[in-house]
């Protein structure tokens, strides 16, 4: 367990002056560097949640489809990525990047009208960035 302080007085003069324990600086650089690492470091750039999968099909145009489908969402949804995968004999189109099912969920109900087949699945992320 991290335990840290913080303070703040007037200086009399109308200003405030903060005093912190030094180890909430140190805990803010780790956190940095952290942030850094993973983003330098493409391998372990995924954690576990959650992402939507609005397509599935295999066959003969089911990769032309997949692309269709993803440049449809991606003009839909500008902000939320999106990814194709292929598992034999399926290509696959999933969105998104949710911490939580709960958070997969709530963006489900929002385009179910749009993709009346698609559901959440527990899926490999990439990991949020803290600025």
Request: hydrophobic share 40%; aromatic share 10%.
């Amino acid at each position: 367990m991290i335990g840290g302080s913080l303070l703040s007085q007037p200086d009399g003069e109308g200003n405030v002056v903060i005093i912190q324990d030094p180890g909430i600086d140190t805990i803010l650089q780790r956190h940095v560097q952290m942030n850094e690492a993973l983003l330098l470091n493409t391998d372990n750039y995924a954690i576990d949640g959650y992402r939507i999968q609005i397509f599935e099909e295999s066959g003969n145009k089911s990769s032309t489809r997949a692309r269709e489908v993803m440049a449809e969402f991606s003009v839909k949804y500008p902000d939320i990525p999106v990814y194709l995968t292929w598992q034999a004999p399926n290509f696959k189109v999933r969105v998104g990047d949710f911490g939580t099912r709960m958070s997969a969920e709530g963006f489900l109900n929002k385009i179910k009208r749009n993709y009346p087949i698609a559901w959440v699945i527990k899926d490999k992320i990439k990991y949020p960035v803290i600025n």
